[in-house]
């Protein structure tokens, strides 16, 4: 652009001048403008680069140029008409008047903005001054759940600061401390001291003052506040691009939500999660302490397998062959004649390359194993354990408030559990047009006895049926090499999977085969080396029993429990294919 610089405005052309060397010389008729072809960018008034405005030209060349016009392609250059010439002079009038006003405005706002910048910069320096001074009686240190005991009464509160709300004299923080959250006000000096003006969010302080229940029609967590009479911060958190709101917010997802798992867990979504998990946990361990079952620590590495080598993470241990745990399940059996009845939670692998929202590589494993039962004992059994660890869960109120926050449609299932025999099942999936894809055509068929029911169909049944289900007596085939076979139907097995509503598979048990012949064909059937296996088999040897035992996914029962959409949600640092960080 030569010579002006356009600003448009409402449409207007408006350019200033601030070069004239491209003007053309004072021997010129006149000013071009063609008002097909000119440019009010490129334009400089001669003929070969007219403007396309009179208004350009008249900016650009005075108010008293002379302009020269052509109104259509072809016809020859005519001075302009004395109304047109009128209408193009209040143009550049009112861009004029246009360009002072915002002139000015800009003046008036950068003097403002320095007024703002200074008058900060005073209170920032005057906030400096300020210095609290501490009553010297120390109350004792509260955690945040049970301050309902201190209404009335001086407290200190340590916790993060999880909300933030700067008015002129008055600073709300919501406080966490991971036991609860609770409304602190700083009011007055307290409120206008440096680290109060630049406080964020996810900084450490810790908080004096009396705890008040909140006024009549005001809510807060807990029904009171914190009124502060004297703060301090113990570590600050970054402002602007690094601040927590900035690196996280309702919207982000995907790799950002995983990388910054660390920081998400300082939500309250997730980490009402985490502590509904650790609830269950609890009521798990109550109810099996109740039924005398005994807490054991199987080993993480492992040179056996439980559930086929297709999903076993395998890793040189000292020269050796080794790999991570995918059950415990081979090592509570060893238990029995020790301990008897035996559980463990401890996490278990699967290198499955699968990238389902029920799908972990790592996963805490709650396994029972239970001696002298009957299949039909393992079953209530399990559904006994499951409904007797949510009614205590329920029972304690801050759990019960985390769950109905995360899941307010909860309803705790009714027992006795449906149970659907697998032939049942199948017979449920062709009667409701539920079809599997057949690997060599690739068409959708009917399923037929023998399948391993795929976990699309399988959902789209417990779905159906929207309570949880029993699935039992699997074909021998689709089992794994353990499992004892149904007395009379030998070619299906004592086994089951619970399937939840929403979530799937969250519980596979069965019976164990007790007999050592039975468990050596087991061992050939699925190729596997008995050697390694010697302890285990040895089980059968020394005073074999009937027994059988159980394998519950917890983040999967937590999906089920707090109505999360993914399992992932639910494990502290969850893994999966490609994913071990943080
Ligand atoms: O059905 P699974 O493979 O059974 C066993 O491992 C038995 N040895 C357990 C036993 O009898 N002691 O796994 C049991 C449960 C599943 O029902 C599922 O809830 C969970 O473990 N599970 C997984 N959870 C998350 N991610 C995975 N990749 C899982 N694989 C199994």
Known sequence: MSGTEEKITGGVAHLSVSDTTSAPPSN??????????GSDTAGNGTEAAPYLTPVAALTAHGIDATLLVRKAAGEEYAAIGGTALKRAKKGVEL?????????????????????????????????????LTEDSTLPAASKIYKLADFRTKRVRVSGWVHRLRQQKELTF?????????????????????????????????????????VPEGKTAPGGHELVADHWRVLGAAPGGDDAYTNKLNAES??????????????????????????????????????????????????????????????????????????????????????????YCIQESFRAENSHTRRH??????????????????LMTHIEAVICEAVDDLLLDPRMSAFLYQLNPK????SRPFMRLSYKDAIKYLNEHGIKRKDDETEQLVDHVVG?????????QMTDQLGVPIFLYGFPKEIKAFYMK????????????????????????????????????????????????????????????????????????LLAWLTDRFTVRECSLYPRWPGRATP
């Open 253 to 342: 997802e995907g790799p950002v939500v995983a990388d910054n798992r660390h920081l998400v867990i300082r939500g309250e979504i997730a980490s009402a999660v985490l502590q509904v998990r650790a609830g269950i946990l609890r009521s798990f361990r109550k109810v099996f302490d109740k039924y005398t079952i005994t807490e054991v620590t199987p080993p993480c590495m492992v040179q056996t397998q439980v559930e086929g080598g297709a999903t076993l993470f395998q890793f040189d241990y000292y020269g050796q062959v080794a790999y991570l745990t995918q059950s415990s399940q081979l090592y509570l059996e060893t238990c029995l004649p020790s301990l008897g009845d035996v």
């Open 95 to 131: 861009n004029e008047k246009k360009a002072k006003k915002a002139e000015e405005q800009r003046v008036r706002q950068e003097k403002e903005a320095a007024e703002g910048k200074a008058k900060d910069e005073k209170r920032i320096e005057e906030s400096k001054k300020i210095v």
């Open 485 to 556: 076979k149904i007395v009379g139907d030998e070619g299906f097995t004592e086994s089951c999977d619970l399937l939840m509503p929403n979530v799937g598979e969250i519980v596979g048990g069965s019976m164990r085969i007790a007999d050592m012949q039975e468990l050596l064909e087991g061992y050939k059937r699925e190729g596997i080396d008995p050697a390694p296996y010697y302890w285990f088999t040895d089980q059968r040897k020394y005073g074999t029993c009937e027994h059988g035992g159980y394998g519950l996914g917890v983040e999967r």
């Open 360 to 377: 972990l590589s790592e996963y805490t494993h709650l396994e029972a194993e239970l001696a002298f039962i009957t299949f039909d004992d």
């Open 451 to 459: 399948d391993d029911i795929a976990e699309a169909a399988e959902r």
């Open 173 to 213: 923080i919501v406080l966490r401390d991971g036991t609860g959250y609770l409304q602190c006000i700083l009011s007055g000096i307290l409120s206008q001291t440096y680290d109060a003006l630049v406080l964020a969010t996810e900084a450490s302080v810790e908080i004096f003052g009396v705890i008040q229940e």
């Open 28 to 37: 010129t008729p006149g000013i071009y403008v063609d008002e097909v072809a």
């Open 410 to 413: 909860f309803k705790k299932p």
